[in-house]
DNA sequence: TAGCGAGACTAGCACGTGCTAGTATCCTGT
DNA sequence: ACAGGATACTAGCACGTGCTAGTCTCGCTA
């Protein structure tokens, strides 16, 4: 059969052009696409080959309309967060499992976190996990209360909403307490409050700080999230004559571009100065090798899954929150104090 | 009215719920949400205000399978590529003015690009979006026979589907140029072959070379796409003594491995070697500061949505070929060569 | 008082699928 | 030969919405 009509998009074909193809009804071709018992091999066969050459694909609209929940996963999240980089695919890897399907909704500028939320909600998601949220916590109620909402990299408390976080506090203590090993008593810390979860790591900086009695040697530099906010602390140090022996910074980004500054104004790491960051993102290339502390993306991901899963499927289940591992990896950007 | 009930997610509020709120019919609701008119003002008012109390938003499942067109546009990216990080919002911004939403799908090992296709088709698309697509011709002849498809920085001739590609050609060209003024003779480049777009960048390098007969001087060094490959370019450098005076790299990426691969062997940017990159993703940040080819995220954005909203609307609006902008910002990684 | 049109609203089907409740057909045992 | 049950398949409703084709009410005109 030539085709001479003028070229046109063919519509998509349904379960019921598959099925006239084949001559069956088109509740069969739902039960094979269902891998659903009751259905004899060579008629199966048959449907799947006809599909096939169909070039047939459920409709996820329709399914997601029929089916008891829409088995769509949603994550809002900043893909200027370097952190997510690694994060996306470990939720791709860790749902696929389930049955369950990601819809993803980046936030930017032009497409603020409220409006992003709305979006996976107008697709109705079975649940929704929020990557280092910055919403209120008014707003994440509301949120939690209409549907499961497991929130990532950012901590709330007395709300119906489970948490999976790296114990930023605990890794950053492990880091100032080996620097303090090495002999490092002026330590700075370059803080980015936007980030919610920074102020535990902030908190476990205070902590080291005070164990080792350096209450009075806390240095502590307000920035933003990204690379260009740890050129700006930078600056400030090299700006100041008091040019602190190590520096803890609050993410990779934030260590890379502090790296950057200071490497430019000739100084030598770690010679002069010790550098540690925080995600393990940027850190681990090997043309970078900073010491960092390893936040695990996958480990952080299948917390979130299987935790939003359960409340899923059970609605008793609970909103836990769950704390994953921040261990500092020792790299080449830390050494023992120059002038010990 | 208490709510003593055992704790339970409400299930999503249909207009239906709405309209019984308010004691008109269900219809009257979908008028209001599709601003139509034939509504009483009061009525309009008085059904916002309560679908606002319910929390009601549409059904996009429903929309899209009831309406003619999913008014989706479908993009599949991969993440670990720089210069997606300011395409995916210029992306938003540009489809949101249209009616349209978009629909992500990310690229990454455990997600593949052909899996990714797969989803958008699901979700029946109107259109798709192929970011630095890797996919076979064959393939890419295939979907886009069944839908509208724009490839952005991947060209395909001979199919039906259009593509918007900056000019690398033209932009490396007056890379090499700026270069072979300032009086360099040896110009390596750093070719990422896997990245489709190289072999136009790769031409552009040749045949600057060739305008300034410096074809006997042609150093190609085989690369991957990200930082990484830039650090083993680098290495490459460094093992044999031939140095180049200046480097063009395929991409950003790239040449922040390899700056900071030199820079750490003590090499001196861009006093004993002049890099460019291409993107400007990461070369625009200040303490990188990097010579590079701007790639417009706001201009491609925009030439793939209108011509994919076009043919959406119209199947005889052609699949066009735009190249957009591509050219040379000079920044501080570049210097007239040492021994000259 | 009948006719008419406009404004405000509603009835009912359709989209493509999942699921429950069926109905044929064949095989088996007595 | 016939009940009984398994196997293979189908009928029909429902999901939440968009859209076409209505219906009803009211005021105005002749």
Redesign the interface.
């Known amino acids: 059969m030539k085709e001479k009509a ?5 519509s ?1 074909t349904t379960m019921a052009d598959v099925a006239a193809k084949v001559g069956v009804s088109r509740q069969l071709v739902s039960l094979v696409f269902r891998n659903a018992n009751g259905v004899s091999p060579q008629t199966a066969l048959k449907i799947r080959k006809a599909a096939l050459e169909l ?1 047939y ?6 399914q ?2 029929r089916r008891d929940g ?1 088995k769509y996963i949603g994550v809002a999240y900043n ?2 967060h370097s952190s ?2 690694d994060l ?3 939720l ?2 860790a749902t ?1 499992a389930h049955g369950f ?1 990601l ?4 936030i ?4 603020p976190e409220e409006r992003a939320i ?2 996976l ?4 998601c079975d649940g929704l996990i929020l990557v280092s949220s910055e919403l209120s916590s008014k707003r994440l109620k509301e949120i939690s ?4 909402v497991v929130s990532i990299n950012r901590r709330v408390s007395g709300l ?1 909403c489970g948490v999976v976080s790296s114990d930023g506090g605990a890794g950053i203590f492990e880091a100032v307490e080996y620097l303090t090993a090495l002999g490092h008593k002026s330590i700075a810390y370059v803080s980015t409050p936007e980030m919610m979860e920074n102020q535990f790591r902030l908190a476990g900086y205070e902590a080291a700080m005070a164990k080792s009695n350096l209450n009075s040697q806390i240095i502590v530099i307000e920035s933003g999230y990204i ?2 906010a ?2 700006i602390a ?1 600056g400030i140090f090299l700006s100041k004559k008091i040019m602190p022996s190590a520096v803890v910074c609050s993410n990779d980004q934030v260590a890379l ?1 502090l790296i ?2 200071l ?2 104004a000739g100084i030598k790491i770690p010679n002069q100065i010790s550098v540690i960051g925080f995600d393990d993102t ?1 850190a681990r ?4 090798d900073l010491t960092t502390v390893h936040q695990d993306a996958v480990e952080l991901a299948e917390a979130a899954i299987s935790n939003l899963i359960a409340r899923i499927n059970n ?1 008793k289940s609970p909103a836990t929150e769950i704390l994953t591992s921040a261990k500092l990896v020792i790299r080449s950007s830390t050494s023992k104090p120059r002038s010990n």
């Open positions: 003028p070229r046109k998009f063919k998509a070039g694909s459920p409709n996820l609209a329709a997601s309309l829409s893909s200027s997510s980089i996306i695919p470990a791709y890897r696929g399907r819809v993803l909704s980046m930017s500028t032009n497409h709305e979006e909600i107008g697709h109705r209360e209409n549907s499961p119906r690379e260009s740890g050129a930078g571009g950057l500054t490497a430019k940027v290339f090997p043309f970078l609605e």
